[in-house]
């Protein structure tokens, strides 16, 4: 359990700080554990501003003391690591790249969104495209009339190899749940029913990240590869209908479903409440 800094038993920074040479953060759910001096690394940025330039008691803690964050918890790390000593080592498959950007304006680290800003492209992915400076080159190589034909030619080779075309390939996506619901005496069914704790998304990982964008859950199985498939996404609501409002959109439709069922007392007495457990899977398709 995260205590006060008076607690913590670890000595404060520079003698000066009140803030103790070890803290714990609660950034979007997830739970880190760094140095004070990390969190400082780069002057001006907002955490710099945070934990240098305020005290303890105007920062905003969870139920367990710790410092929160709202933001991404998991694209965190990699802040993180920047800071530990101003580098930036990435997965060789992260199409993540944008949001990772976006955290880094966020966090006002302003060089390591430089860093991430030339490399992305608006669908989230490494851009394999020609930037405009060496169109321009090409244009003033061939003249007038020959460099609008070498832009046409560049436009259509960086097009062919986009990855957003790649994303709308024919495939399938499993949706599972599962819920639970109550019948009372009388056969009266109560409030809880179709409880849906949480919606698992199987398939290809690219895919996945097509159709769900921000809402998919990675965390069980970051960095995945994007061809590869996988099993362990869920998503970060519980409404089935929108899951499906968001497979109908980019052209997918159901295909299959399957579903089976058990039964239980809430107590020994048969006249009690059943509570009905249930697994149930949607597959979609886009042809």
């Not at 020959?146 to 030619?153: D, I, P, S």
Request: with cysteine.
């Amino acid at each position: 359990m995260a205590l006060a800094d008076t607690e913590r038993g670890v000595s404060n920074c520079g003698g000066d700080s009140p803030f103790s040479e070890i803290i714990e953060l609660n950034v979007g759910g997830q739970v880190y554990v760094t140095r004070h001096k990390t969190l400082i690394a780069v002057p001006d940025s907002l955490l710099w501003t945070m934990f240098s330039k305020k005290s303890p008691k105007e920062l905003a803690r969870d139920s367990k003391g710790r410092f929160f964050l709202d933001r991404d918890g998991f694209l965190f790390r990699y802040i993180l690591d920047y800071l530990r000593d101003l580098n930036l080592v990435l997965p060789d498959y992260f199409p993540e790249k944008s949001r990772l950007q976006r955290e880094a304006d966020f966090f006002q680290l302003r060089d390591l969104a430089k860093r991430l800003s030339p490399r992305v492209s608006k669908d989230n992915s490494i851009s394999e495209e020609i930037s405009q400076s060496d169109t321009e080159e090409g244009a003033q190589q061939c003249g007038s009339s020959g460099g609008m034909e070498t832009l046409r030619a560049m436009s259509v080779s960086g097009a062919m190899r986009s990855p957003s075309l790649d994303s709308r390939k024919s495939g399938y996506i499993t949706i599972g749940y599962r819920g639970s619901y109550t019948i009372g005496r009388d056969i009266q069914t109560d409030a809880k029913f179709r409880r849906v704790a949480r919606i698992t998304v199987c398939g290809k990982t690219s895919l996945a990240k097509e159709v769900f964008g921000d809402t998919l859950n990675e965390s069980r199985d970051p960095d995945r590869p994007p061809e590869r498939y996988t099993s362990r996404y869920y998503l970060k609501y519980n409404f089935l209908e929108q899951a499906f409002d968001k497979l109908t959109e980019v052209g997918f439709h159901m295909v299959a479903c399957s579903s089976t069922g058990t039964c239980a007392y809430t107590s020994n007495d048969p006249n009690e409440d059943k509570i009905w457990t249930s697994y149930t899977e949607y597959v979609f398709c886009r042809d």
